[in-house]
């Protein structure tokens, strides 16, 4: 199937590149503060290195003037000028800034805030765009504010991807997007794309751009798109990112990895899903993985899904303290759209949602249970899930046990992934019995339409004391009495005993989603309340503002009771916002506990709308610089003579720090 490289870029053997050289060295172990005048505020624009590189002849391969020749044919001047996804906030923006201060305009930074929010999204470079566009297609921008003793500096930078440094060198779009494959002159370039990638990059599983998600796992900084395999980025003290490689697990992926792997404790669940005709018949649809930190290897990889027939949109997946929990929903693959416009993934009504729970000792297919939920519809961004036991007890002996999962999931019956239309996702609570093999589902709320949900990171080991304590829920409206840190319910029933476990822990009561407003844009957020099983309370960005996901922090403050010293857990709640009316960025913070306002920062400049951020904090941060200082150490003293090259380079030619900006 050809049409299997448009998302998920066809399978060839997967690679690591070779371990990287050495490069500029800052002493500095952590988040530094440079000061503006020691810093260039911006680079130049693309256009103006463009320019630089239009100055030399490109040499095009057939394949490649036969590309440029399609494209014009699919005159798409008109397509890119109108287009919705390059105007407004949506359009990209051409300056990279360097660790510049940030003005707060409202409020003030808590001191105790250290560490970084880090958003990626698409940037095209507007310049060079000759061909027919989709919003996923652009090219990664990472968008980083650090906060640090009070203050907020900013960095923003196209993560330097193969796909965009080969692009940038060209000074032309070259690599194949979502939006020109649209009729016969779609379908013709679709019969020589994967060849002509491969003239520029060899790995079909390394061109899409990483512009989904990010996080930090291992030490290591990963950029996301679920057409690739992770991309690893080491990003300076300054905030500026240098790349390094795509992750295999030493050659053990074969499949694409989807933008949201999950932390199990120290190990990473991660699961794929392709569309690759060849992968298919050989595997199957989809993998789900886990990488042990104990092993620093992957020792679960396999295909969990029982058909070939379809492909289901796996977007996700989410786990309890037992299983991994997959699911095949009613969005499947479809090549319709070639012809009849709109997205490759269409809403299939007369199929129903089912869930795959995956013990986490599995090793095979065989280990998995498949239930049917019996209704249509579809998961994007779930929120939580936890497992109940009720065990019946007679006499000192265990009569009966029923295990069952909770999941809480933002929940769309009829989705639609054209991004020219909108869906309502309202919150449900899907009950997953393990016993009768039966789901059933409640409607938590269907006042606001809401999605991209997040809960709060879990407490360090070395914060929290050990292990979450969990928390007693029943079914029935929960008292405050309930909040205990027991790990049981008891109470007695006529002739026995009845006891309810839950995993829920008293850390994971709350979670948060964006919500909705009446054009589609995020208008705020909302809280909800996993034992109480209500919507808590709902947020509001002010003056009309329109903002993003959700992004949580975990942070340490000093209790009320200031006297005793003790520290408390204090969740904030950021998001990059846009006033439409004065053409200008803002990041607010909120304190997740009382909603309250915490401070609004003035950015350096318009932060175009993204997909998926995170929090990544100080500590986090200087175990990633020296993770990589170690490993420059490590390669000097093994390659002295090359020590040497870039001492003299760096040291006595004065080279400028690495990155794009240094070009």
Request: aromatic share 12%.
């Amino acid at each position: 199937m050809i049409l299997g490289f448009l998302l998920l870029c066809g399978a060839s053997h997967s690679f690591t590149l070779p371990f990287h050289p050495g490069h500029h060295r800052i002493s500095t172990t952590a988040l530094n503060y440079l000061t503006d005048s020691d810093l260039p505020s911006s680079v130049s624009p693309p256009s103006e290195a463009l320019q630089q590189q239009q100055q030399r002849p490109v040499r095009r391969s057939f394949l490649h003037q036969l590309d440029r020749f399609l494209t014009e044919l699919q005159g798409a001047h008109d397509h890119l000028r109108n287009h919705t996804f390059l105007s407004g906030n949506f359009a990209p923006v051409s300056k990279e800034h360097v660790s510049v201060s940030v003005e707060v305009v409202e409020g003030s930074i808590p001191e105790n805030l250290d560490g970084a929010f880090l958003r990626n999204g698409p940037n095209p470079i507007r310049d060079m765009q000759k061909k027919r566009y989709h919003w996923f297609d652009g090219h990664a921008m990472l968008h980083t504010l650090v906060f640090k003793n009070g203050k907020a500096r900013y960095t923003n930078q196209f993560i330097p991807s193969p796909r965009f440094s080969i692009e940038r060198e060209l000074g032309e779009e070259y690599f194949p997007t979502m939006g020109e494959y649209k009729g016969m002159l779609g379908l013709m370039k679709l019969t020589f794309h994967p060849q002509l990638v491969k003239e520029k990059i060899s790995d079909l599983l390394t061109v899409a751009p990483p512009n989904t998600n990010i996080m930090m796992y291992n030490n290591k900084l990963y950029c996301l798109h679920e057409a690739s395999l992770p991309m690893e980025c080491r990003m300076r003290p300054d905030s500026r990112l240098e790349y390094i490689g795509y992750e295999t697990f030493d050659g053990v992926l074969d499949y694409p990895v989807s933008a949201h792997p999950v932390k199990d404790g120290d190990d990473l669940l991660f699961h794929s899903y392709s569309v690759d005709d060849k992968l298919i018949q050989e595997h199957g649809t989809m993998k789900v993985g886990r990488f042990s930190a104990s092993t620093q290897s992957v020792n679960t990889y396999f295909v969990p899904t029982p058909t070939k027939s379809h492909v289901s949109f796996a977007h996700s997946l989410i786990h309890t303290d037992n299983y991994i929990i997959m699911w095949d929903c009613s969005v499947h693959f479809c090549t319709d759209a070639l012809f009849m416009g709109g997205s490759f993934f269409r809403n299939k009504q007369d199929y129903t949602l089912k869930f795959g729970l995956i013990p986490k000792d599995a090793t095979s297919r065989d280990d998995v249970i498949w239930i049917d939920s019996g209704v249509a519809g579809a998961i994007v961004h779930p929120l939580h899930a936890w497992e109940e036991v009720i065990e019946e007890h007679q006499d000192g002996q265990i009569t009966s046990s029923r295990t069952t999962i909770k999941l809480w999931t933002p929940f769309c019956k009829d989705l639609e992934l054209d991004l020219e239309k909108s869906n309502t996702f309202h919150m449900i609570e899907f009950t997953i019995d393990m016993n009768t093999k039966t789901v059933s589902q409640e409607v938590i709320d269907d006042t606001i339409n809401s999605e991209f949900a997040t809960m709060p990171p879990k407490p360090s080991r070395s914060s929290s004391g050990g292990s979450s304590p969990p928390l007693v829920s029943f079914h029935s409206a929960l008292q405050e009495s309930a909040l205990e840190t027991s790990r049981r319910a008891r109470f007695n029933t006529r002739g026995g005993t009845t006891k309810r476990y839950t995993t829920l822990s008293i850390h994971e009561r709350y979670g948060y989603t964006a919500i909705f407003g009446d054009k589609g844009d995020f208008t705020g957020y909302a809280k909800w309340d996993m034992v109480r099983r209500c919507l808590h309370s709902t947020v509001y960005y002010d003056n009309d503002d329109t903002g993003g996901e959700p992004m949580l922090v975990r942070a340490t403050k000093k209790a009320a009771d200031t006297a005793s010293g003790a520290e408390e857990d204090a969740i904030y709640v950021g998001s990059y916002v846009y006033n439409k009316e004065e053409n200008q960025s803002y990041f607010v913070l909120y304190d997740g506990e009382t909603n309250e306002k915490v401070c609004r920062l003035k950015m350096p400049s318009r932060v175009p709308f993204g997909f998926h951020g995170t929090f990544i904090s100080g500590k986090d941060f200087d175990s990633h610089f020296q993770y990589h200082e170690a490993l420059d150490n490590q390669f000097n003293a093994q390659c002295p003579m090359k020590w040497i090259r870039f001492f003299i380079k760096d040291y006595i030619l004065g080279h400028p720090p690495g990155g794009w900006s240094a070009k």
